[in-house]
Structure formats: C-alpha cells, structure tokens
C-alpha cells in the first residue's frame, strides 16, 4: 500500500469519493437510527406493565406483589422494648433456620447485645454472637447462647439488645448501590435483588448499623429482610414470633391500633444513630447512653 | 473447636457482621493503580498540554504506561466481585446515587481516551509496522491503521490537534476517575477513619505523587537497560513535580488526620488506641516517615542545592521509590485501617490477609506486576523514545513528538 | 480531513450507537417499572417458602396438649420453639422431642445478670436440683407452674433419711405388701405433699403420722426426689380382686386429672400406674367413706360402686407406669 497525497487524484475522483462517503454515512445513520428505535420500543415493550403479578379484573389495578397482598396498603414497622428481653437468642436461631443463613457465629441477619456494666465500671463490657465464650457456651457455631460470665461478679446494670436491620427511610445502603440490586418497597422493606447483585459490598460498607453481611454461598449480599416472604402472607417475621417475652413486636403503622402504633404512641422511643440521617424504622425502648 | 468461618480477630465490641472483613488486599490495590494512570498521564500532559520541553523525553512513556495501567484496572475489581458475571450491571442500569456506578463509565471512557491518545501518538509507527512489517503484527496494524497510510503533514496536524485536545479532555477525566474513588470513601457516614471532604483531593494528589514518582523509577531504570544518557532537565523537572505535590499532598492528609483528632467524636479514644498502636508502623514509619518526610528532605534538598548529576539521579530514584511505596501504604491504611476500626466505636479488628486464594496477596501481587508486563510487550513493538522515532527515520525528518 | 480522521469518527459513532443499543437490550425487563430495581424480585422474595408454621397449624392435631399449653404460663412460647421449626411436618418432617431439656430450658430460665425478672422466672442452675437432671423431672413443660410446696433438693441425704422407710416401702421403693403403695417413680411433688400432710395430721395415719414427723422439712424434699428417682415398677403387685377391662371404663373419669399411663396432669397429683391394686382400693374407699378428705377424690370416689372402685383399682394396676417421661 503506497503512500498516499490527496494532491495526486483528479476533481472527479474527489467528488465520487465524497458522495460515496456522504451516502455511506446516511446509509449508516439510518441504519443506527433503526437499530436504535427498534431496541427503545423493544425495551419500552418489555418495560410496560403488560404482564402484571395476577390477572385483575378490567378497570381494576392488579395486586403487587402477590394476588392477596397489595403493597401500597401498607406501612410496616418494628418495635423492639429492650426492657423485656431476655437474651435467650431463640430469635438469632429462629432467623436463621427460616432464612436459610450461613451456620456460623460471623453471619447474622439479626443478632443480640450484652451490655453489663460490672464492678463499678463507666464504661459497660459488651459482648454478642462472635465471643469466644458464648461460642463455647453454645457448645458449636450452629446454635446461640450467652455464657453466664458475669453471674459471679458484682454486676451493677446489664441488659439485652436486639438488633436487626432498620429498613431506614433514607437507606444508606440503598443510596451506594451501584446496580440497584438493593432497593426500597412501597411498603417501607428495603429488600436485596439475589440475581441482581454483583456482590461489590459497598453497601455492606455504608450501613452505619453493621446489618448487612456477605453470603459467601451465593456471592451476594444479604440482611435482614423483616421476613418479606411471611409478612406477605399474613404472618409475623420469625424472630417476632418465636420471642417468648414479647420483646419484639411488628405491624403495620397504617392501622392506629396495631401493636406497634400504640408503642410508639404510648412511650418514649428512641432509634439508633439518629444522627446519619438514614431515619431508621425500629423503635427502641430500653436503649443506655452506651448502645450504639 | 475449629470455627466454621475464618473470621478477623477483634478486641473491644464490634458488630457480629464487622467480623468478616469486606474489603481485601484487592481493594488497595485498585486505588493505587487507577492512582498511578492518573499521575502519569498528568506527567504526559505536562509536555502535551503544558508544552513544559524537558519532559519531551517521558511524555510518551508516561502515555503508553497510563494506557497499560489502566487496562489492569478492572482486573482487582473483578477479582473482588461475588459476581463478576453481572459487573456490566452496572453499566446497564447505573444508580446514579452511587460512585462505584460512575466508575464503569468513568473508566471507559478514560480507557478510550487513552487508547485514542495512545493511537495518536503511536500512530506514525502503527502505519510503519502495517507497510513494512510481518506476520500476524503486520494484519493487526493495518487494521489499527483504519486502512490509512497518511503520514502528511497535514495529516499529523490533525494527529497533533487531536493530542492537544484530548490531553486537555484528559485532565479533568483523570481528576474525575481518580477523584471519585476518594469520594467512594469520603461520603459514607459509617465509618468515621473515612467520613472526610478531603478525601477526594487526598487521593488525588497521593495518586499524581505516585504516577509521577513511576515515571521517574522506570524512565531511569529503563535508561540503564538502554545504556542512554539520562536528560538531567527532565529528572529535575519530575523532581520539582513530585516535591510540589508531596507537599501539598502531605499537607491535605496531615489537615484530615488533624481534624479528626481535634473534632475527638465519640469513638475517638478507640481510634487513638488504633493509631499509637497496630497504626504505628504502617502509618507513622512507612507512610509518613520512610515515604514521606524522607523523600520530602531529600527533593528538598535537591531543589535547594540544585543537585546534578549521578547524585540528582541517584536521590531522585531513591525518593522516588520510598514514595511509591508510601502511596501504596497510604492505600492500605485507607481501606484496611478504616476496616479495622469498627462501626460501633468500641472495638478494632485485625485484618489477616490470605496468601493464597482469589482475594490473596499472592493475587494482589500479580495485578501489580501485570501493568509492567504488558508494558514491556507494548515497548517490543512500539518505541516510546522521542530520539528513536521511527517514523522519524523513515521520513528523514524529525517528528514533532 | 484526512482519511483516517474520518474513518476514525464513524468508528467512534459506530460504537456509541452499539453501547445506547446494547445498554436498552440488555436492561432487564422489569427494571424501571417502579424504582431503580427490578420489580419482579418482589414478588420472587414474597413468593419464598416459610418454615416456622406457628401453634394455630399444631391445633389441628394436637387440640388436647395446644389446649393445656394454651391455658398455661408457657402460651408466650411457640411450639416451635421448643421443637424446632416444622415445615413440612408430619409428611416429611418428624417434629423434634427435646431429650436434653435441661440445655433447652436453662437458655430461658437460667439466672443471669442482665434478664428482667419481670419478664421471666430464673433459677441458678447451681442451686436449683441440680441432681435432679432434667427439668421434666418435676415440670411439665406444656404446663410448668408447680405448687411452692413441692420443693426437692438433695438427694444424697436422702438415702439415709429413707433407709428407715425400706422396712415396708421396699429398698428400690417397691412395697413388700400389697396394701402399702409403690413409690418408686411417684411424683416428687406428691410424695412431698403427702409426707406434709402425715406430718401435720392432715392426713391421719398410725404408722406414717410417727415416721413422717421424724422428718424435717428438708428431709421431705429429699425423700420424695429421691423415691421419685427410682425406677418404677411396671405393674403394681398382687392379685386384684376386680376386671381391669370393666375398669378402664371406669378410669375414665379418673384420666382428666391422673392422665392416661400414669402421667397427671399436676405433677402434684399421684402416678397411678403400675400401684398395687389393695394399696388403691383402701385409698379409694377411704376417700368414700370419708376417712381422708380431699375436694377432688371425696366426691369422684363418692360416686364410684365398691364393684367399681374394685375394677378400677385392677385397671390401673397394670398400666405400665414407665411409659412416663424421665
């Protein structure tokens, strides 16, 4: 291939040479303009509510998510009274079993805090979960229990904290998604996409609540979901039902008279970490200038 | 009992999720090489953009190697990823809100611009090779060439047009790609070691620090194998670059570390414990110490005595190294030292890196190495050395690089 | 402009065409349609499997114990707490039998710095029986509350104590005569109740007025945890004078309050399987005839026929008591 000069070739030459070119693009143009307009409608298509959960009646919006369960009637809530509870961790094991999350002590999608403060301390010993000693108390990583550790020594105050994700009105987590596998519902859950996710952890990063972890099997992220899959249903989350002491209590905020509505009406509750902004949605009784 | 789960070991109260360390090795490592195309694309547009002469003898260099780095980018992140199949997730259905989704864009479109500078740059030897080469090399560069043998001097008008202007686009780019990856730390409300509007320019001024600091390690160990003379202006030139932006660079990370010790929030006493603990020698030796106050001195001296000679290119190296080495430390004690302090405030985990393993130091160790090897393929087959252009040879004229 | 600036654009323009192209194609279906998410993972997590069915899916079969647990302190427990969660259950989960009720009941109710004694009942493992092994020893965990009265602790001084009642009670607590009752696997609870009411007279007896007032209140406990420790003897001894088939009739009357193979509903209430059928006739015609008093027996033995009380003293002679819990 010589070198070339655009000086050698003659007018007519430039001229073929432009109107080909010109036609060339046109001809490329159109055809990127058609391509492009029949990927649009093709996704508009697909995006279009066309095939809805469930079949409703003409005239009436279908049911989402489920047939007998609409989410824009509802406005959940958790209430935990850390005065009651009594750090039994029936909910740690319960969770777990109805979620199906890794048997270990460093995974939890709930778990509970031991806050004591002894001989005389300020500042409280605080353990949970992962603490050797509870581990062997357990006798194994599969099952949950606290070790009796302070039943010898003068303890001044101790307590049990129930912690769990606060599905916050303005996620942290949500807001650093970078594919928007993790979102909010329309009924307050902040949910996990499992085929969606690319397993980043930057979300796991962002939660100032330490509530989301990885799911090693799955290569994805995961939380708390408040049980989405009873609550649907017309159940409680598990770890709700399995309290024996009533600690933990959750309903829909839109019913005045439910559980929750009333606790909140009737004490003074508090959240965790006000100050991120996240507004979180479990409200605390019981909480000490220490519980973080 | 053996536990089930290789969790970190911790002290204090941390929460029972914090126990397994999200951010490995890898994580460090990407910073520092999206760092490293930064700088060295701001050391080529010194001379592109700039015109500053006496870095004529790097500009390229710095052009190829930005280029080689930044194609290693993704390879840490992917290495990270649960799922690494879905990573185009991110660049299918972007979140806005999110910095890591600005990422896939940010980098393909520097990753682009690169190429094209590159291609421009290069491209006098691209149509060489497609005229006068041979074998499978000859094909892929008469591809490369876009079929076109144009070598005129209207053609490298436009060739240097281009260069022009897309070194000027490439400025901000690199301020944004390098930038935003400070920002991914900086915004989050978790974790008060990151929670910093400085972030962002700290990141950027280690990363320019450490690009620069590259150029000068392999353009002097590159002159050596070459048996060249080393250009004294263009080592004084890189030493006056990297000493201004160390300062600067030091004096940003010194404000950030001020303000949190002075604000003293809640959680402060464990941080303290942290920093004149497990900190000391990552942070206050290596970082600070060896990579930074060192090779401050040492430029400072330099620039002051106005040093020539072996002895410029002697220290000038030496610093340049101990930076390199401080910028990585800076990475280390970002990402893993922001992970070792817990969100609670009340306790510190140990991060126990695994040698072996996707997400091993072993891993880490061959991502950083494959910018430098594909680099050394890359100078086999194009030559980044004004004085031996080859297109300079065949015309008998020189080429403006 | 040259060649392969040109050339170099339309690549340019090809490409960003091809991304606007690919990034609609590959946009999944659902996404958008109301968030930045894929709406169809809503109702994949709505529509996952639950496990924990919760007490109303036990009524169904197990009315009789959903109604004693129901009616007891323990409603606030779910059964499946206590027996695992039982999805699937029975067609292809068995529901779990706790055997180490000790681990299981102690995650609750051992004392510990830090539990609300408003919200539960405690007991230091280290005081409380700690010999007596598992907690079902004296509780029912469908209805655990026990009287304060039936107290047990240690058993190991216990043996001394009842080495003067082997005379007649036998050495294993098996009787040497068929008028004296087997307490060997009685309830611990009983036994106490009914060696406190020898000792203050409330229950008259010529020989266990004396014997039951050698004991000190301590010693009462000790003696019924340990007798209730024994191992039961599989059918009371002697022969009946009644039809144990005519009998069971009869008994079940008697099932409501002493439960069928021998395990009562009140641990405070005698076991009656396996007891010597002469010991349960004297007891029962007592009660008839009103030389022991007790609001429950005094009319259920009132209307019970000497013919019956016969029949029914040989029905539960042969129970086999060892089918009991322990």
């Not at chain 2, 061959?366 to 980044?384: D, E, G, H, K, Q």
């Amino acid at each position: 291939m010589k070198p070339d000069s655009s000086t050698d070739i003659p007018a007519r030459r430039i001229f073929l040479r432009n109107v080909t070119q010109g036609v060339a693009c046109a001809g490329a143009a159109a055809g990127a303009a058609g391509l492009l307009a029949a990927t649009a409608s093709r996704a508009a298509d697909a995006d279009a509510p066309a095939t809805p959960a469930v079949r409703a009646p003409a005239g009436e919006a279908a049911s989402f998510p489920t047939a007998d369960y609409d989410w824009t009637r509802h406005r959940w809530a958790f209430a935990v009274d850390a005065t009651k509870c009594i750090g039994c961790l029936r909910c740690v094991e319960a969770c777990k079993r109805e979620n199906h999350v890794a048997l270990d002590a460093h995974h939890f999608r709930t778990w509970v805090e031991r806050y004591a403060y002894v001989d005389g301390n300020e500042k409280p010993q605080i353990d949970s979960m992962p603490d050797k000693e509870n581990i062997a108390a357990a006798g194994s990583e599969t099952v949950y229990r606290f070790a009796n550790k302070y039943r010898d020594s003068k303890v001044d105050k101790a307590f049990f904290v129930p912690k769990l994700c606060n599905h916050c009105t303005h996620p942290a987590c949500v807001q650093v998604c970078p594919t928007g596998a993790t979102y909010k519902t329309k009924d307050g859950f902040v949910l996990i996409d499992h085929d969606y996710c690319i397993g980043c952890q930057y979300c796991v990063q962002a939660c100032p609540y330490g509530a989301r972890f990885f799911n090693h099997a799955r290569g994805v992220t995961d939380k708390c979901t408040w049980c989405y899959h009873r609550v649907t249903k017309g159940l409680q989350p598990a770890c709700v039902e399995v309290c024996p002491v009533g600690a933990r209590m959750f309903s829909d905020l839109n019913d005045g008279d439910s559980v929750v509505s009333r606790f909140i009406r009737e004490n003074r509750v508090q959240v965790l970490k006000p100050e991120t902004g996240n507004a979180p949605n479990v409200y605390y009784v019981g909480l000490d200038k220490e519980v973080s | 009992m053996d536990p089930l789960f290789e969790a970190a070991p911790f002290t204090g109260y941390v929460y029972p999720n914090e126990t397994v360390i999200p951010w490995s090795v890898l994580i460090v490592v990407y910073p520092y090489l999206t760092g490293l195309v930064a700088g060295s694309f701001t050391v080529s547009s010194l001379f592109h953009v700039f015109g500053l002469k006496q870095f004529r003898p790097v500009a390229r260099f710095a052009m190829l190697l930005a280029l080689c780095l930044m194609v290693c980018v993704p390879m840490p992140l992917l290495l990270h990823l649960g799922r690494p199949e879905r990573a185009f997730n991110a660049m299918i259905t972007p979140h806005l809100t999110s910095a890591f989704a600005i990422f896939g864009y940010a980098a393909s479109f520097y990753t682009i611009l690169l190429l094209l500078e590159n291609w421009f740059v290069y491209r006098a030897q691209i149509v060489q090779i497609a005229t006068e080469g041979r074998g499978p090399l000859k094909w892929i560069c008469r591809i490369a060439s876009l079929g076109s043998t144009d070598l005129s001097e209207r053609a490298m008008h436009y060739d240097h047009k281009w260069i022009y202007v897309l070194s000027i686009i490439g400025i901000p780019a690199a301020l944004g790609l390098h930038g935003y990856v400070g920002f991914v730390f900086g915004s989050l409300k978790s974790r008060e070691w990151w929670s910093s509007d400085l972030m962002p320019p700290v990141f950027l001024l280690s990363a320019v620090i450490s690009g620069t600091a590259l150029v000068i390690v392999l353009y002097v160990l590159t002159s050596l194998a070459r048996k060249v003379k080393i250009e004294e202006a263009c080592i004084k030139g890189l030493v006056y670059t990297l000493w201004g932006f160390l300062m600067f660079a030091l004096l940003l990370e010194g404000v950030e570390f001020a303000s949190l010790l002075y604000r003293s929030r809640e959680g402060i006493d464990v941080i303290l414990t942290y920093v004149t603990g497990r900190l000391v020698v990552p942070f206050f030796v290596l970082q600070i110490g060896l990579g930074s106050v060192i090779p401050l001195i040492t430029l400072t001296v330099l620039v002051i005595r106005g040093t020539r000679g072996r002895a410029l290119i002697a220290s000038a190296f030496g610093s340049a190294v101990l930076v390199l080495g401080a910028v990585l430390m800076m990475r280390w004690n970002v990402v893993i030292g922001g992970q070792e302090i817990a969100k609670t405030g009340k306790g510190l985990l140990t991060y126990q890196p695994e040698l072996l393993g996707r997400e091993g130091l072993l891993a880490a160790a061959v991502v950083l190495c494959m910018p430098m090897i594909l680099m050394f393929i890359a100078t086999r087959i194009f030559s980044p050395w004004a004085e031996e252009s080859r297109a300079a040879l065949l015309r008998g004229r020189p080429v403006a690089a | 402009m040259p060649k392969h600036i040109a050339r170099l654009l339309m690549l340019m323009v090809a490409f960003i065409v091809i991304a606007i192209a690919a990034k609609s194609f590959f946009t999944r279906e659902s996404f958008y349609r109301y968030g930045h998410y894929r709406a169809d993972s809503v109702p994949a997590i709505a529509g996952m499997a639950t496990s924990f069915q919760t007490p109303k899916a036990c009524i169904n079969c197990h009315g009789p114990r959903h109604a004693e647990w129901s009616g007891s302190v323990h409603k606030t427990v779910i059964c499946e707490v206590c027996h695992g969660a039982a999805p699937g259950h029975p067609e292809k989960l068995k529901v779990l039998i706790p055997t180490d009720t000790l681990r299981l009941c102690s995650q609750c109710h051992e004392q510990m710095p830090g539990r609300p004694t408003a919200s539960i009942l405690q007991v230091d493992l280290r005081k409380h029986f700690p010999d007596a092994g598992q907690c079902i020893a004296c509780h029912n965990p469908h209805s655990p509350k026990i009287p304060a009265a039936a107290l047990v602790a240690d058993r190991k001084s216990a043996e001394s104590v009842t080495a003067s009642c082997a005379a007649c009670h036998g050495a294993n607590g098996v009787s040497t005569n068929d008028a004296w009752p087997n307490l060997a696997g009685q309830n611990p609870a009983y036994i106490a109740r009914a060696l406190g009411a020898f000792k203050t007279g409330g229950r008259a007896s010529e020989t266990m007025g004396p014997m039951a007032q050698t004991l000190a209140d301590g010693d009462v406990a000790n003696v019924a945890a340990y007798f209730s420790s024994l191992p039961c003897r599989t059918a009371g001894s002697g022969h009946a004078k009644g039809i144990a088939a005519q009998g069971r009739s009869v008994a079940r009357q008697c099932n409501a309050c002493h439960g069928t193979a021998g395990r009562p509903v009140n641990p405070a209430w005698p076991s009656l399987a396996g007891q010597n059928p002469a010991y349960l006739e004297a007891a029962l015609t007592a009660f008839k005839q009103g030389q022991r008093v007790n609001v429950f027996m005094t009319p259920a033995a009132g209307a019970l026929s000497a013919q019956d009380i016969s029949n029914v003293a040989a029905y539960f002679a042969e129970l086999n008591c060892s089918a009991r819990s322990q």
